[in-house]
């Protein structure tokens, strides 16, 4: 599986931006997808997970009720819609497959779990 991460960018603090990532190579089945993100100066952190079968999702506590993640079965894409755009959510994003996994929770935080991931997208927000 091959991931390709866009959309970010720069916006203002309250705005809002969409990430996609077109996944190549093989259908995503029902394999388990995440969005991750790395500020600068910090170590990478966990955003939100999706079942792609069912579209069960998980977020962070830090985005919860801000982001929603999802995707499109369609066209192969994951999607992470940002709203409420704060600065600390600064970061380069990335999206990440796990592929041949359906992850429970508490697993879908850990990057070990995830096999294959995108090249990622700068999202900075300016206050």
């Known amino acids: 599986v091959q991931l390709q991460a866009s959309g970010g960018g720069l916006v203002q603090a309250g705005g809002s931006l969409r990430l996609s990532c077109a996944a190549s190579g093989r259908s995503l089945g029902s394999y388990s997808m995440a969005w991750f993100r790395q500020a600068p100066g910090k170590e990478r952190d966990f955003v939100a997970h999706i079942r792609w079968s069912v579209g069960s999702t998980n977020y962070a506590a830090s985005v919860k009720g801000r982001f929603t993640i999802s995707r499109d079965n369609a066209k192969n894409t994951l999607y992470l819609q940002m709203n409420s755009l704060k600065p600390e959510d600064t970061a380069i994003y990335y999206c990440?497959?796990?592929?041949?996994?359906?992850?429970?929770?508490?697993?879908?935080?850990?990057?070990?779990?995830?096999?294959?991931w995108g090249q990622g997208t700068q999202v900075t927000v300016s206050s």
């Open positions: 990440a497959a796990a592929v041949g996994k359906v992850l429970i929770t508490s697993a879908s935080a850990l990057e070990r779990e995830y096999t294959a």
